[in-house]
């Protein structure tokens, strides 16, 4: 075995490993042992992960694709599935993000969980997420990729629903694995499909095919593979009409929400690149749902009040904008904006816990403000991510946004009009992130604030059962009623120090004109690609794209200044005179009531339906009551046959004899 393969299985098994040491071990384990252990696993897997990449580039150009197998998982019918991974440069991409943001994530979560009565719990499941979301990045045909597209679907439902004993946080739980279930479904049909064309499951053997199995664009089949594999996408990835999981999964802890499953759907549809380029309409459909999401997303963030969903609104209109670029052929770009939101969104959601600690797990911006003072370095911390997330220069989410943007609008009349609905939401991006950040670090401090900056708040909010009256679990790690500043606690402040570096220093990858060094990289991985050259904008287009996108983050830091900083009445005024949008965005676009009323209701309907009356009277009443009473009336009247006369037994004996007889007797005539 080479040696970048064995890094690779590294990857995959150090993760695995550290989730069943703790799993089994955690007794055994003392204090924040569980803590460290799982950090060290993923810090292991990072390692390997660069060592990978280095293995990787000695390679020459030619030879940047390593195919790995450990051994056949099916071979029958046809299927011929084995055990493999594929390190490329995307894969290679994914991996280093992915353990990367997860060791910080890990070392954030070390003192964040640490009086949680669940925190070996908490360990073992990010491990086993990590090595989830790894198996599908690393997977080298569809089989691999199902599976690990279901173990993370099935980590997310044990993060989400971590703290159990709320049932807000296992109807949270609920609702993420059905909808990703749904998701899978479409995966699952969508690979039936394309193997059906092309006859393989093994992916550089099918995209080799796949000109030849479906010489016209457009194929109908390919069509519909592809759009199967874009329900998986947009089921994982949070986009509309399947992202209505995203804000109720705020019920899991903190940390969780700053990993990476929901650029998932992301890179499938970068994977399956040569796919849709042989089927436009299906890419079409990607990209007008990411631009729809990224715009719904964004009015919805204007009037949340709640800090982890603002966030979370953000996490999904910001996919949209990976997933619009992506469908564009857009690789790169989509690709370089994953990168940096990464570690920019995981910022904000440490920096979120960092206050939600602090008020005791409140998490209402109504309830906050003047938070500047007594957290100086969260302060900076949010600040520095959100001007990343509103693409103000030099901040990495400026060059990611602005490429993406740039690139969509240089592909002729529906992308150009995907891309000015995009500069909108980035408009609004800026306006809603510094609504967020100016509510609760500027202004006049509320009283609950107030005791907090004074260093007075000896109440809390904490949850408890109805039935017994006992404290449950809450959202700042202990399920007590004291309080924290989390930026106190050295692990954490480390974890944010490093993301709040790389949120800066991100951008400087992909500078128009200067550094391509993602364009370079991913090179060989799309270079079977039509449109990856082809949607190439000059360098003058790139800097006007850089410099529109400057200018709205800006416009919409300043709309937010005035009117939560400077007008501080002036939004409720808005809210009276926009009552209508105001309602609608509240109401987050009422996909939830609409999913409610069109699907929910019905299928509940006919589930008690065939519970009550089908099966009961026809399953229970005919099949199985009559079948058992056919066979109990036949039992009764053989038993009472029994007499125990042996005249009687004689009797039928010759009768039986009779009738044999007249049976012959009437065959032969």
Known sequence: ?????????????????????????????????????????????????????????????????????????????????????????LSLLMMLVVTGVSTLIHLYAVSYMASDRGYARFFAYLNFFVFSMLLLVMAGNFVIL????????????????????????????????????????????????????????????????????????????????CLGLLVGAFAKSAQVPLHTWLPDAMEGPTPIHAATMVTAGVYLI??????????????????????????????????????????????????????????????AAGLFHLMTHAFFKALLFMAAGSVIGAMAGAQDLDRMGGFRRAMPFTFGCFVVGGLALAGVPPFSGFFSKD???????????LYAVLAILGYVGALLTAIYTFRMIFRAFLGTPVPEAQELIDGHLHHAEVHRNPA??????????????????????????????????????????????????????LEPTF?????????????????????????LGLVGIGIAY???????????????????????????WFFDELINGLIVKPFAFLGRFARGTFERLFVDGLLVGGTSGAVRAGSSAVRAAQSGFLRYYAALLLLGLTALGLYFLLAAA
């Open 1 to 89: 075995m080479e040696t970048i393969e064995t890094y690779g299985w590294l990857v995959l098994a150090l993760p695995l490993l550290g989730s069943l040491l703790i799993a089994f071990g955690h007794q055994v384990l003392p204090g924040k042992a569980p803590g460290y252990l799982g950090t060290l696993a993923i810090a292991g897997a990072f390692a390997c992960s660069v060592l990978a990449l280095l293995a990787l580039e000695d390679r020459g150009e030619e030879e940047r694709q390593v195919r790995s197998v450990a051994w056949d998982y099916a071979n029958t019918v046809g299927v011929d599935a084995q055990l493999t991974i594929l390190l490329d440069p």
């Open 146 to 225: 199902i599976a690990g597209w279901a173990f993370v679907g099935a980590a997310s439902y044990l993060l989400i629903s971590f703290w159990y004993r709320r049932t807000s946080a296992t109807a949270a739980g609920i609702k993420a694995f059905v909808i990703n279930v749904v998701g899978d479904v479409g995966l699952v049909i969508g690979t039936y499909f394309i193997f059906r064309g092309t006859g393989s499951l093994d992916f550089l053997t099918t995209f080799e095919r796949v000109g030849e199995a479906f010489p016209t664009r457009n194929d109908a089949e390919l069509v519909a593979g």
């Open 270 to 331: 970068a994977r399956m690149h040569p796919l849709f380029e042989q089927a436009p309409a299906a890419a079409d459909v990607g990209a007008i749902v990411g631009c729809l999401t990224l715009l719904i997303a964004a009015t919805i963030g204007l009037v949340v009040t709640d800090l982890k969903r603002v966030i979370a609104y953000s996490t999904m209109s910001q996919i949209g904008y990976m997933v619009m670029a992506v469908s564009a052929g857009a690789y």
């Open 403 to 413: 490429e993406i943007l740039t690139y969509v609008g240089s592909r002729g009349d």
């Open 468 to 521: 017994n009256g006992e404290v449950e679990d809450t959202d700042v790690g202990f399920p007590g009623p004291e309080h924290h500043i989390a930026e106190r606690a050295g692990t954490m402040k480390a974890a944010m120090a490093v993301l709040a570096v790389l949120a800066i220093v991100g951008g400087f990858l992909q500078i128009p004109g200067v550094t391509h060094v993602l364009d370079t990289f």
């Open 527 to 551: 270079a079977d690609s039509r449109l990856y050259e082809e949607v190439s904008p000059s360098e003058t287009l790139e800097y006007g794209g850089l410099a529109l996108g400057a200018l």
């Open 562 to 588: 005035l009117l939560w900083v400077k007008q501080p009445a002036r939004p409720a005024a808005l809210r009276t005179r926009l009552a209508p949008l105001h309602y609608v965005f509240s109401h987050k």
